[in-house]
Structure formats: C-alpha cells, structure tokens
C-alpha cells in the first residue's frame, strides 16, 4: 500500500496509478499496524488531503482517539449486519466521493 500510495515503481506514473479519492483501511494490517500507516500518511503532505476512514473491530476509545489525532476522517466499528454496513459504506460514498447516486434502485438490493 505504501509503494502505491508515494508513487513509488512500479506505482510512478499517477496517470496510471492516480491517489485514491478515499482510503478505508482497518488497524489491523498484515504488514504492521494501520496506526504505522496513518503515521506514515501524515509525514507525506502530498497524501493528507486524502480522506482516511477505519473500518475496525475495535471499539477502544484509545484506539479511536489515536486515529482521529493521526488524521482520520471518521472511524466505524464493523457492525456484524452486513446492511449495516452497506448503510454505512453509501454514507462514505455520498460524503467523501460525492456520489449523489448512492441511494440508486440497483444499489438497494446488497
């Protein structure tokens, strides 16, 4: 994910591999901890306009508090219906992408 994000070869030609328009991303990452990556998103002020949401299962006001302070746009704890967070993931869509079509017919039936 870092590669991509700094533009890093193969990653280097943003024609190609443009910044995401919104990552989601969890805390718990396998290649280290998501707090090392939103560290490391906000040492790169290219990369801070990006809005970062946390998709988590931890629900620690630590945890939460830590992110918001490393810059995330909002943090979610994974709710366990799925509509739930289909629910939630439109609201990002609407929010963040400026999708005004989230609401659209074919999308209500996942």
């Known amino acids: 994910a870092k590669m991509y994000l700094a533009g890093e070869p193969p990653y280097d030609n ?3 591999y443009p910044l995401p328009a919104l990552v989601v ?3 718990r990452l396998l290649d280290g901890t998501g707090f090392e990556l939103l ?3 906000q040492s790169h002020q290219d990369l801070v306009p ?3 949401v946390v998709l988590t299962v931890s629900a620690e006001q630590a945890d939460k508090q830590r992110a918001y302070r490393l810059g995330v746009r909002d943090y979610v704890v994974k709710q366990r219906a799925v509509r739930e967070l289909v629910g939630t993931v439109r609201v990002w869509a ?3 992408l400026g999708e005004e079509d989230a609401e659209r017919p074919e999308a209500k039936g996942a």
């Open 94 to 96: 609407k929010q963040w």
């Open 39 to 41: 560290d490391w998103l």
């Open 50 to 52: 990006v809005p970062v």
């Open 25 to 27: 991303m969890d805390l």
């Open 14 to 16: 943003r024609k190609h």
